[in-house]
T-cell receptor
Framework: NAGVTQTPKFQVLKTGQSMTLQCAQD?????MYWYRQDPGMGLRLIYY???????DKGEVPNGYNVSRLNKREFSLRLESAAPSQTSVYFC????????????FGPGTRLTVT | EDQVTQSPEALRLQEGESSSLNCSYT??????LFWYRQDPGKGPEFLFT???AGEEKEKERLKATLTKKESFLHITAPKPEDSATYLC????????????FGKGTKLTVNP
């Protein structure tokens, strides 16, 4: 099992460009999450999906959109990147919302210039 | 507002020097307290779940404990490979599926 995979690992964007971060899990988990991690701020939830076809906002959703393509895949899209979105992005999954034992991917390091 | 606060922000220990990390929370109706380990350049890795005051969990040199207001991660005779950032988290109130994370304690164990 690969667990949670994320692509790409690194990305540099110019202000205003768009991109999609991909996440997939092979553990048959129902819930999936997108976080950003910034120095001094800790992990902050952007969006999450409790099941296929459902998504909900987290603490910092502005500037992002998500798609739960199927049970395995959960993508995060930046429509018009801003320097404030420079961060490390983590995808996570868990069996269901009540287990809370989240499995994290390796992260995507995004720089917006 | 649900909050999880960790202290200290950073801790340097000599190999074999035991210590504790603290996690305090202000989440009402706590439905669990979670500890994760994060190595540089990697995603967090789940360590422990604690559900009720007085509960303890152990893994190698780590022991997590929970009271009504805080949790401690005790590190006994640490080794350099225990160096990492340790995160604690709690579910937000209201039955949601979301976790709120503390900012972490960066532990460095010198040989």
């Amino acid at each position: 099992n690969a667990g949670v995979t994320q692509t790409p690992k690194f990305q540099v964007l110019k202000t205003g460009q768009s991109m999609t971060l991909q996440c997939a899990q092979d553990m048959n988990h129902n819930s999936m999450y997108w976080y950003r991690q910034d120095p001094g701020m800790g992990l902050r939830l952007i969006y999450y999906s409790a099941s296929e076809g459902t998504t909900d906002k987290g603490e910092v959703p502005n500037g992002y959109n998500v798609s739960r393509l199927n049970k395995r895949e959960f993508s995060l899209r930046l429509e018009s990147a801003a320097p404030s979105q420079t961060s490390v992005y983590f995808c996570a999954s868990t069996r269901d919302g009540r287990s809370y034992e989240q499995y994290f991917g390796p992260g995507t390091r995004l720089t917006v210039t | 507002e649900d909050q999880v606060t960790q202290s200290p922000e950073a801790l340097r220990l000599q190999e074999g020097e035991s210590s504790s990390l603290n996690c305090s929370y202000t989440v009402s109706g706590l439905r669990g307290l979670f500890w994760y380990r994060q190595d540089p350049g990697k995603g967090p890795e789940f360590l422990f779940t604690l559900y009720s005051a007085g509960e303890e969990k152990e893994k190698e040199r780590l022991k997590a404990t929970l009271t009504k207001k805080e949790s401690f991660l005790h590190i006994t005779a640490p080794k350099p490979e225990d160096s990492a950032t340790y995160l604690c988290a709690a579910p937000t109130q209201g039955g949601s599926e979301k976790l709120v994370f503390g900012k972490g304690t960066k532990l460095t164990v010198n040989p």
